[in-house]
Structures are given as structure tokens and as C-alpha cells.
């Protein structure tokens, strides 16, 4: 059973650009969180996804940010119009219903040059 | 509102040595409560949760931790380091209805010398 699979690992976008970061959760895991983590700081929620719907964005800045977890496919957190304080690493986790607990997978490196 | 803090931003113990890692909370509800440790360029991964039950939690790789709810306290502890346990440890919560989202602490790096 693999793992929670980001990709890609590490992406570089130019200021104004769009960041689209993929996340396919373990198998039979239809939770999805994203979270970022800037550079020796922890990790601050973002959202909270179930298939087709959004259960929490209460972290999500309020402009060009965006996600979704549709029935097919992985689950895509967007960043239109990237800015050089959006470069951080971006990590996705998931669980199954019900479960306490979250896996984690290795995040996105995004760097905004 | 959910908060953890990490009060140690560094440990440095000796190998062989006993090391504990410091966390408190504040939740409103019941908290469930974890430990995760990154590796540079890594995701985190899972060590120990305490959800309810004994306080004395025991996790991976010799990893144990203490729930205290008067002290509202989870401090991380290993009876005796490795210098591969040197990595970034972070302390997470939850409530145990509502929100389901982690709220994480600021990270404490370990550092084990030989």
C-alpha cells in the first residue's frame, strides 16, 4: 500500500505564474489535508477535503488559493499569481473516516523566483 | 481556539543519554494528541498518539509520551537517545469533535552527539 504520493516534489514558478500541487491519498483514505510549513516554522492548516466537497477552509487565504478533491483523481491545491511569500513547502495528509490519525506525504518545495 | 507550544526550539542531549521533548496545549474539548518527526527534505512521520486511556504512551522507534491533563502537558521522552534520532519533532492536537484539522507546535530540533 503506498503511501500519501505528492508530486511534484520540488517546483519552481516565476512571480505571477500558477502552482498547481497534486496529492494522491493512501488507498481507501477519502480525507484529504493540506497544510504549508514555512522555513523552521511547524505546519499550518490550510483545508480540509473530503471527495467533491470541502469540509474547512478556514486556513486558506482569502484570494488565489484554491482546492479541490474530486471523485476521480487526486486532490489539487492552486495557487494563481504566485508571490515570492507563497514559496514554502506544501504538505498533504489523509485519513480514513472516522480514524484519529493523519499520514503525511514528503510535500511540494515550491520556490517563487 | 486550539494552540500547542513547543517551548525548546533546540535539545541537544548525549547518546545513550535520556531525552525528553517539551509540549503543552490548550483545547477547549478532550484533546487528541500527537508526535510526528520530520528528517531534513521529508514529510513527517507518525511516532505516538494518545486518544484516551493509560496516560503512558508508547510509540515507534522507543519513543513514549505522558499525557498530563492537569498540567495539559505531552512531553515526548526516549530512556536513551541515538544520534539517528537527531530531527525536527513537532507536536500536534485536536479536538476530539469538531474541527478535524491538526494544529501543530513550532518544532523542537533534537540534536544527539555522539
Given at each position: ?113 | ?60 522507534y522507543g519513543f513514549e ?42 518544532g523542537t530540533r533534537l540534536?544527539?552527539?555522539?
Amino acid at each position: 500500500n503506498a503511501g500519501v504520493m505528492q508530486n511534484p516534489r520540488h517546483l519552481v514558478r516565476r512571480r505571477g505564474q500558477e502552482a498547481r500541487l497534486r496529492c494522491s491519498p493512501m488507498k481507501g483514505h477519502s480525507h484529504v489535508y493540506w497544510y504549508r510549513q514555512l522555513p523552521e516554522e511547524g505546519l499550518k492548516f490550510m483545508v480540509y477535503l473530503q471527495k467533491e466537497n470541502i469540509i474547512d477552509e478556514s486556513g486558506m487565504p482569502k484570494e488565489r488559493f484554491s482546492a479541490e478533491f474530486p471523485k476521480e483523481g487526486p486532490s489539487i491545491l492552486r495557487i494563481q499569481q504566485v508571490v515570492r511569500g507563497d514559496s514554502a513547502a506544501y504538505f498533504c495528509a489523509s485519513s480514513v473516516p472516522g480514524n484519529t490519525e493523519a499520514f503525511f506525504g514528503q510535500g511540494t518545495r515550491l520556490t517563487v523566483v | 481556539a486550539q494552540s500547542v507550544a513547543q517551548p525548546e526550539d533546540q535539545v541537544n542531549v548525549a547518546e545513550g543519554n535520556p531525552l525528553t521533548v517539551k509540549c503543552t496545549y490548550s483545547v477547549s474539548g478532550n484533546p487528541y494528541l500527537f508526535w510526528y518527526v520530520q528528517y531534513p527534505n521529508r514529510g513527517l512521520q507518525f511516532l505516538l498518539k494518545y486518544i484516551t486511556g493509560d496516560n503512558l504512551v508508547k510509540g515507534s522507534y522507543g519513543f513514549e509520551a505522558e499525557f498530563n491533563k492537569s498540567q495539559t502537558s505531552f512531553h515526548l521522552k526516549k530512556p536513551s537517545a541515538l544520534v539517528s534520532d537527531s530531527a525536527l519533532y513537532f507536536c500536534a492536537v485536536r479536538e476530539d469533535t469538531g474541527r478535524r484539522a491538526l494544529t501543530f507546535g513550532s518544532g523542537t530540533r533534537l540534536q544527539v552527539q555522539p
